[in-house]
């Protein structure tokens, strides 16, 4: 994990004027290099297929719409039978710049985060046997993972390790920021560059740093002041078990913050303007002025980068072999 000191935070923003790549504490996001091709296509499918779940309605781009910077743009997700999720669903954005996944980082990397929504009984409410089952009821889906893997087995390791490597594509790169850290002075307003001073000055960059500016520690929701919610979940305490880990999250990526509302993991802030006075003063015990507000908002919005063109997959057709969906509640009495 990265943790900058008071020393170092001082360092680099002393160098801060020389926009030099090395000496800033965000890096530069660099576009994806695909070297299966095969195997991101047909983790894209899967990415796309709503027969992974059990209504038949629900996949993994439900709740990281790729249309919407990577999230459904709720406070919770939209589960199976129209429950609510637990949590604010996080971007699927540069996840694989994160330390762990899922906001309490029960997942060491994305392709077992990718598991856990299928067999949740509250967001895809199947099961990994049905789903690999379903998927490889269709010779289509059969034919390309003999191709990717050598045989035609389906099973949760190769059908998650395929979706895992799609979601390592998504990569935002060559945002405004980004083209200033390379050292193209106009590519950021005087607004921007004066936030991007104070996130430094704040001592923001201590927990968003790296090249999801976050993603790489976890933290305590509530440093300095208590952080008051509704929402039941208790953070890493969920994990690992000890009270001291309570209400501690993982570091969001602020990369295409303006895409990513609502925000925290409860959803409860709409504005940006809010959330960085919010975290300001339960995070860091400070007030921002106006004008302070105004020029960490529009350094924040220089993160955004250029989203994944995706065109949509065409999916198998389901045939006599494939299990029928459970749409809708009354169906299951």
């Known amino acids: 994990m990265i943790k900058l000191t008071a020393i170092a935070i001082s360092i680099m923003t002393m160098l801060g004027g020389h926009y030099a790549v090395a000496a800033e504490p965000i890096e530069v996001i660099t576009p994806a290099k695909i070297t299966e091709p095969e195997k991101v296509e ?41 429950q609510e999720g637990p949590i604010n669903s996080p971007t699927v954005l540069n996840a694989d710049f994160m330390l762990a996944q899922f906001w309490d980082g029960r997942a060491s990397n994305l392709k077992e985060q990718a598991a856990g929504p299928i067999a949740n009984p509250k967001e895809m409410g199947f099961t990994h046997e049905l789903a690999t089952e379903t998927i490889a009821s269709m010779p289509a889906y059969r034919a390309r993972f003999a191709k990717v893997y050598g ?60 090249p999801a500016v976050g993603g790489t520690m976890f933290m305590k929701m509530g440093l300095i002041k208590p952080f008051h919610t509704n929402n039941p979940a208790e953070g890493r305490k969920g994990v690992t078990g000890k009270d001291a880990d309570k209400y501690v999250f993982k570091v969001p990526t ?80």
């Open 42 to 82: 047909l983790g894209k499918m899967l990415f796309f297929e709503t027969r992974l779940s059990k209504s038949g309605f629900i996949s993994c781009n439900s709740c990281h719409n790729l249309s919407t910077g990577g999230v459904d743009a709720l406070p919770t997700s939209i589960g199976h039978h129209w």
């Open 151 to 210: 045989d035609e087995k389906v099973d949760i390791d190769r059908l998650t390790d395929a979706i895992a490597a799609f979601e390592k594509t998504l990569v935002t790169p060559n945002s405004p920021f980004d083209q200033y850290l390379l050292g193209k002075q106009d590519a950021i307003s005087s607004e921007a560059k004066a936030g991007y001073q104070l996130f430094k000055d704040k001592g923001c960059v201590s927990c968003h740093n790296g």
């Open 254 to 333: 602020l990369r295409n913050i303006e895409l990513t509302y609502p925000y925290f993991h409860d959803g409860s802030v709409w504005t940006l303007e809010e959330a960085v006075n919010t975290m300001a003063d339960i995070q860091l015990g400070q007030k921002l002025t106006d004008k302070e507000t105004k020029e960490m908002v529009a350094f924040l919005n220089s993160l955004t980068g250029e989203q994944p063109h995706i065109t949509l997959p065409i999916l198998p057709p389901s045939n006599k072999a494939t299990p029928r969906p459970v749409p809708f509640a009354a169906a299951t009495k």
